[in-house]
Nanobody
Framework: QVQLVESGGGLVQAGGSLRLTCAAS????????TGWFRQAPGKEREFVGLQYSVSTHYSASVKGRFTLSRDSAQKTAFLQMSSLKPEDTAVYYC???????????????WGQGTQVTVSS
């Protein structure tokens, strides 16, 4: 059984930075795609970015501001968020799957989410 636990969310002013962490238990990220999604109040969950090995792909809304990485043990993934905007306010989720995909259904395991709030 795989469990994913996100942490690192919080309240930050516009223009600030946060780093989210996704810790895996029961499995490493080797051979898996790590996906990040977010859901703002009243909106559907949307794709943020994904990582497979050292390759990354981002949504247009965060490209150039957000950076994905993993630790060398492949048990922790990170989402470094910079130049945050109020519209980045959402609950952020990490997930793992075996497909390089932006769709939620492609991911098999999900974390519980962590709240990020960006004030103007």
């Amino acid at each position: 059984q795989v469990q994913l636990v996100e942490s690192g969310g919080g309240l930050v002013q516009a223009g600030g930075s946060l780093r989210l962490t996704c810790a895996a238990s029961g499995r490493t990220f080797n051979s898996y795609v790590t996906g990040w999604f977010r859901q703002a109040p009243g909106k559907e969950r949307e794709f943020v970015g994904l990582q497979y090995s050292v390759s990354t792909h981002y949504s247009a809304s965060v490209k150039g501001r957000f950076t994905l990485s993993r630790d060398s043990a492949q048990k922790t993934a990170f989402l470094q968020m910079s130049s945050l905007k109020p519209e980045d306010t959402a609950v952020y989720y990490c997930a793992i799957g075996i497909k390089l995909a932006e769709t939620e259904s492609s991911y098999d395991y999900w974390g519980q989410g962590t709240q990020v709030t960006v004030s103007s």
